[in-house]
């Protein structure tokens, strides 16, 4: 790992740095489907009430990138959700430390298995998680923000499988 990133709890002062992360509409609708455009401090308080172990990337002391972890309705499935990083800092290996530092998270606290959604279109993000051994098991078919269809494709992972 690089020792020039770290890993900690969101806290509230984080959330300015959080929002400004999110860079447009699409890539709002990517990252964050149900939220709406601009994002805003209201939607990030929102989502920390209905989610937990809100991890921020810092370098240095500056935010680069967020994630966290949820269940799905039923709350027998944890997911990483809402990763994101700094566009300075994409390519760079910091999005695959942050899902494999939230994976040991689910690991370690919660699950033998982690589950994430990503769109069809994310074709970064999908290369990345299926490089790290989540398997597709479900997908559906959402509207993005424009009218067109995109396809949410639901990917797993289990501890057994994990590096």
Not at 38 to 60: H, I
Request: proline share 5%; glycine share 6%; aromatic share 12%.
């Amino acid at each position: 790992m690089n020792k020039t990133y770290h890993f900690i709890p969101a806290n509230r002062s984080d959330y300015g740095n959080i929002l400004s992360l999110f860079q447009s509409p699409d890539e709002l609708f990517m990252i964050y489907p149900t939220a709406t455009w601009p994002f805003d401090l209201a939607q990030l308080n929102k989502l920390s009430d209905q989610r937990s172990d809100l991890t921020v990337v810092l370098k240095g002391d500056r935010v680069i990138g967020f994630a966290n972890l949820y269940r799905n309705l039923s709350g027998d499935k944890v997911f990483v959700g809402n990763v994101v990083i700094s566009q300075a800092y994409r390519g760079k290996g910091v999005g695959r430390q942050l899902v494999c530092h939230m994976c040991d998270k689910v690991f370690d606290c919660y699950a033998n298995e982690v589950h994430i959604t990503v769109f069809n279109q994310n074709t970064p993000a999908l290369a990345l998680y299926t490089s790290l051994g989540f398997k597709p098991y479900n997908l559906e078919l959402r509207e993005m923000p424009n009218g067109e269809p995109a396809i949410a494709i639901h990917m797993q992972l289990n501890r057994r499988s994990w590096q």
